[in-house]
Protein backbone atom coordinates (compact mmCIF):
# COMPACT_ATOMS: atom_id res chain seq x y z
CA UNK A 1 0.00 0.00 0.00
CA UNK A 2 1.08 3.25 -1.01
CA UNK A 3 0.93 5.68 1.84
CA UNK A 4 0.25 9.07 0.42
CA UNK A 5 -1.93 7.33 -2.23
CA UNK A 6 -3.74 4.49 -0.98
CA UNK A 7 -2.69 2.54 -3.84
CA UNK A 8 -2.43 -1.16 -3.37
CA UNK A 9 0.54 -3.10 -5.79
CA UNK A 10 0.30 -6.62 -5.88
CA UNK A 11 2.57 -8.30 -3.79
CA UNK A 12 2.57 -11.82 -5.71
CA UNK A 13 3.36 -9.82 -8.74
CA UNK A 14 6.54 -7.56 -6.96
CA UNK A 15 7.68 -10.87 -5.09
CA UNK A 16 7.79 -13.03 -8.51
CA UNK A 17 9.75 -9.95 -10.28
CA UNK A 18 11.88 -9.82 -7.86
CA UNK A 19 13.04 -13.31 -7.55
CA UNK A 20 13.09 -13.54 -11.42
CA UNK A 21 16.08 -11.18 -10.58
CA UNK A 22 17.94 -12.67 -7.93
CA UNK A 23 16.16 -10.54 -5.32
CA UNK A 24 14.61 -10.77 -1.84
CA UNK A 25 11.00 -9.01 -1.81
CA UNK A 26 10.35 -7.84 1.62
CA UNK A 27 7.31 -5.36 2.08
CA UNK A 28 7.03 -2.43 4.48
CA UNK A 29 2.77 -3.44 5.05
CA UNK A 30 2.16 -0.41 7.41
CA UNK A 31 -0.88 0.58 5.61
CA UNK A 32 -2.23 -2.73 4.42
CA UNK A 33 -1.99 -4.84 8.35
CA UNK A 34 -6.00 -5.37 9.15
CA UNK A 35 -6.73 -3.23 5.23
CA UNK A 36 -6.29 -5.43 3.03
CA UNK A 37 -6.20 -9.46 3.49
CA UNK A 38 -2.78 -11.02 2.14
CA UNK A 39 -1.28 -14.11 1.62
CA UNK A 40 2.43 -13.51 1.99
CA UNK A 41 3.29 -17.41 2.71
CA UNK A 42 1.00 -18.14 -0.44
CA UNK A 43 2.63 -15.21 -2.36
CA UNK A 44 6.08 -16.48 -1.55
CA UNK A 45 7.07 -12.91 0.11
CA UNK A 46 10.13 -13.78 1.51
CA UNK A 47 9.56 -11.28 4.72
CA UNK A 48 7.16 -8.46 5.87
CA UNK A 49 6.65 -6.44 8.69
CA UNK A 50 4.49 -3.58 9.76
CA UNK A 51 3.66 -1.35 12.94
CA UNK A 52 0.06 -2.23 14.95
CA UNK A 53 -1.29 1.31 15.71
CA UNK A 54 -3.02 2.10 12.14
CA UNK A 55 -5.76 -0.46 10.94
CA UNK A 56 -5.07 -2.80 13.57
CA UNK A 57 -6.09 -0.45 16.69
CA UNK A 58 -2.89 -1.15 18.99
CA UNK A 59 -2.21 2.47 20.01
CA UNK A 60 1.38 4.29 19.01
CA UNK A 61 4.03 2.97 20.85
CA UNK A 62 2.86 -0.46 20.41
CA UNK A 63 4.32 -3.88 19.10
CA UNK A 64 5.31 -4.47 15.56
CA UNK A 65 4.85 -7.47 13.72
CA UNK A 66 7.24 -9.54 11.30
CA UNK A 67 6.80 -12.48 8.71
CA UNK A 68 9.24 -14.46 7.45
CA UNK A 69 8.67 -16.86 5.11
CA UNK A 70 9.29 -20.27 6.12
CA UNK A 71 11.80 -21.12 3.64
CA UNK A 72 14.74 -18.69 5.38
CA UNK A 73 14.27 -20.51 8.95
CA UNK A 74 16.46 -22.55 8.57
CA UNK A 75 18.99 -20.86 6.35
CA UNK A 76 21.83 -19.07 8.30
CA UNK A 77 20.96 -15.88 7.32
CA UNK A 78 23.10 -13.19 9.58
CA UNK A 79 20.53 -11.94 11.88
CA UNK A 80 20.16 -9.24 15.45
CA UNK A 81 20.55 -12.48 17.83
CA UNK A 82 19.01 -11.52 21.37
CA UNK A 83 17.89 -14.17 23.69
CA UNK A 84 14.21 -13.46 23.25
CA UNK A 85 14.56 -15.26 20.10
CA UNK A 86 16.27 -18.37 21.43
CA UNK A 87 14.97 -21.78 21.32
CA UNK A 88 12.48 -21.57 24.55
CA UNK A 89 13.69 -25.42 25.74
CA UNK A 90 17.13 -24.64 25.95
CA UNK A 91 16.87 -20.62 26.49
CA UNK A 92 17.54 -21.01 29.97
CA UNK A 93 21.00 -23.21 29.73
CA UNK A 94 22.68 -20.15 28.61
CA UNK A 95 24.84 -22.02 26.32
CA UNK A 96 27.22 -20.14 24.44
CA UNK A 97 25.43 -20.56 20.94
CA UNK A 98 22.51 -18.97 19.67
CA UNK A 99 20.06 -21.47 18.45
CA UNK A 100 16.48 -19.42 17.16
CA UNK A 101 13.07 -20.58 17.41
CA UNK A 102 12.20 -22.30 14.10
CA UNK A 103 9.83 -19.66 13.95
CA UNK A 104 9.78 -16.06 13.00
CA UNK A 105 9.77 -15.21 16.91
CA UNK A 106 13.64 -16.13 16.55
CA UNK A 107 14.02 -12.89 14.99
CA UNK A 108 12.64 -11.40 18.21
CA UNK A 109 15.64 -9.48 20.20
CA UNK A 110 14.26 -8.68 23.66
CA UNK A 111 10.93 -8.88 25.54
CA UNK A 112 7.93 -7.06 24.23
CA UNK A 113 5.88 -4.58 26.61
CA UNK A 114 3.30 -6.84 28.18
CA UNK A 115 0.45 -4.03 28.09
CA UNK A 116 1.08 -3.47 24.76
CA UNK A 117 0.84 -7.08 23.59
CA UNK A 118 -2.40 -7.69 25.89
CA UNK A 119 -4.21 -4.49 23.66
CA UNK A 120 -2.31 -6.07 20.47
CA UNK A 121 -3.94 -9.35 21.50
CA UNK A 122 -7.55 -8.26 21.95
CA UNK A 123 -7.59 -6.48 18.96
CA UNK A 124 -6.34 -9.44 16.50
CA UNK A 125 -8.96 -11.27 18.72
CA UNK A 126 -11.54 -9.00 17.17
CA UNK A 127 -9.73 -9.15 13.51
CA UNK A 128 -10.18 -12.91 14.27
CA UNK A 129 -13.68 -12.97 15.07
CA UNK A 130 -15.02 -10.40 12.51
CA UNK A 131 -12.71 -12.52 10.13
CA UNK A 132 -10.85 -10.63 7.12
CA UNK A 133 -12.62 -11.61 4.18
CA UNK A 134 -15.70 -9.91 5.85
CA UNK A 135 -13.99 -6.61 6.87
CA UNK A 136 -12.81 -6.16 3.33
CA UNK A 137 -16.37 -6.67 2.37
CA UNK A 138 -17.36 -4.11 3.95
CA UNK A 139 -14.80 -1.76 3.35
CA UNK A 140 -15.38 -2.04 -0.43
CA UNK A 141 -18.66 -1.17 0.70
CA UNK A 142 -18.06 1.62 2.65
CA UNK A 143 -14.76 3.33 0.50
CA UNK A 144 -17.01 2.97 -2.69
CA UNK A 145 -19.94 4.79 -0.99
CA UNK A 146 -17.52 7.54 0.47
CA UNK A 147 -16.36 7.72 -2.95
CA UNK A 148 -19.58 8.36 -4.66
CA UNK A 149 -20.77 10.82 -2.37
CA UNK A 150 -17.04 12.44 -3.14
CA UNK A 151 -17.79 12.59 -6.96
CA UNK A 152 -21.45 13.63 -6.09
CA UNK A 153 -20.32 17.07 -4.63
CA UNK A 154 -18.13 17.52 -7.43
CA UNK A 155 -20.87 17.37 -10.12
CA UNK A 156 -23.30 19.35 -7.75
CA UNK A 157 -20.98 21.90 -6.73
CA UNK A 158 -18.67 22.33 -9.82
CA UNK A 159 -15.61 21.81 -7.69
CA UNK A 160 -12.67 19.46 -8.24
CA UNK A 161 -11.86 17.30 -5.16
CA UNK A 162 -9.67 14.84 -7.23
CA UNK A 163 -9.78 11.08 -5.69
CA UNK A 164 -6.04 10.26 -6.38
CA UNK A 165 -6.58 6.82 -5.04
CA UNK A 166 -7.49 4.28 -7.96
CA UNK A 167 -10.98 3.74 -7.99
CA UNK A 168 -10.72 0.44 -9.30
CA UNK A 169 -11.47 -1.00 -5.72
CA UNK A 170 -8.35 -4.16 -6.21
CA UNK A 171 -6.27 -1.27 -6.37
CA UNK A 172 -6.85 0.47 -3.06
CA UNK A 173 -7.87 -0.77 0.46
CA UNK A 174 -9.82 1.64 2.58
CA UNK A 175 -7.92 4.71 2.17
CA UNK A 176 -9.11 7.73 0.06
CA UNK A 177 -6.49 10.39 -1.36
CA UNK A 178 -8.73 13.62 -2.11
CA UNK A 179 -6.64 16.12 -4.01
CA UNK A 180 -8.11 19.47 -2.83
CA UNK A 181 -7.50 22.01 -5.92
CA UNK A 182 -8.00 25.44 -4.79
CA UNK A 183 -9.06 24.28 -0.97
CA UNK A 184 -6.55 22.80 1.05
CA UNK A 185 -5.89 23.33 4.40
CA UNK A 186 -8.63 24.96 5.02
CA UNK A 187 -11.04 22.54 3.96
CA UNK A 188 -9.26 20.18 6.46
CA UNK A 189 -9.09 22.48 9.52
CA UNK A 190 -12.76 22.93 8.94
CA UNK A 191 -13.81 19.01 8.69
CA UNK A 192 -11.76 18.32 11.69
CA UNK A 193 -13.37 20.68 13.76
CA UNK A 194 -16.68 19.23 13.08
CA UNK A 195 -15.46 16.08 14.74
CA UNK A 196 -14.27 14.09 11.36
CA UNK A 197 -11.21 12.17 12.10
CA UNK A 198 -8.88 12.83 8.32
CA UNK A 199 -5.32 13.08 7.78
CA UNK A 200 -3.69 16.02 6.09
CA UNK A 201 -0.61 15.51 3.72
CA UNK A 202 1.47 18.44 2.25
CA UNK A 203 1.10 19.82 -0.45
CA UNK A 204 -3.33 19.48 -0.86
CA UNK A 205 -3.98 15.87 0.27
CA UNK A 206 -6.61 15.12 2.95
CA UNK A 207 -6.45 11.11 3.72
CA UNK A 208 -9.67 9.61 4.73
CA UNK A 209 -10.07 5.94 5.77
CA UNK A 210 -13.60 4.49 6.84
CA UNK A 211 -12.84 1.50 8.37
CA UNK A 212 -15.05 -1.73 8.64
CA UNK A 213 -13.79 -2.04 12.26
CA UNK A 214 -15.99 0.29 13.58
CA UNK A 215 -17.36 2.68 11.20
CA UNK A 216 -20.96 2.59 9.90
CA UNK A 217 -22.77 3.86 6.64
CA UNK A 218 -24.18 6.52 9.14
CA UNK A 219 -20.58 7.86 10.00
CA UNK A 220 -19.82 8.14 6.19
CA UNK A 221 -23.10 9.53 4.94
CA UNK A 222 -21.88 11.87 8.00
CA UNK A 223 -18.76 12.44 6.53
CA UNK A 224 -20.11 13.63 3.15
CA UNK A 225 -22.75 16.48 4.65
CA UNK A 226 -19.69 17.87 6.71
CA UNK A 227 -17.60 17.54 3.31
CA UNK A 228 -20.90 19.22 1.28
CA UNK A 229 -21.52 21.91 4.36
CA UNK A 230 -18.24 23.30 3.44
CA UNK A 231 -19.34 23.93 -0.52
CA UNK A 232 -22.32 25.77 0.37
CA UNK A 233 -20.34 28.41 2.12
C1 LIG B 1 4.77 3.64 5.18
C2 LIG B 1 4.92 3.55 6.68
N1 LIG B 1 5.75 2.65 7.18
C3 LIG B 1 5.91 2.51 8.53
C4 LIG B 1 5.21 3.30 9.39
C5 LIG B 1 5.39 3.08 10.87
O1 LIG B 1 6.63 3.34 11.32
P1 LIG B 1 6.99 3.02 12.86
O2 LIG B 1 6.71 1.57 13.04
O3 LIG B 1 8.43 3.38 12.96
O4 LIG B 1 6.10 3.86 13.73
C6 LIG B 1 4.35 4.28 8.91
C7 LIG B 1 3.66 5.19 9.83
O5 LIG B 1 3.19 6.25 9.52
C8 LIG B 1 4.18 4.40 7.52
O6 LIG B 1 3.33 5.30 7.01
Keep these: MQFYTGQAFSLEAITAKAHEVGAIAGFDLAHAAGNMPVQLHDWNVDFACWCTYKYLNSGPGSVGGVFVHEKHLKAELPRFAGWWGHDKSTRFQMGPEFSPMPTAEGWQVSNAAVF ?10 QFGRAGMQRLRAKALQLTGYAEA ?55 NVIRMAPVPMYNSFEDVWRFGEAFESQMNG
Design 116 to 125: NMAIHRVSLE
Design 149 to 203: LINGINKKHNVNLEIITPSDPEQRGCQLSIFAHGMGKDLFDKLTAQGISLDWREP
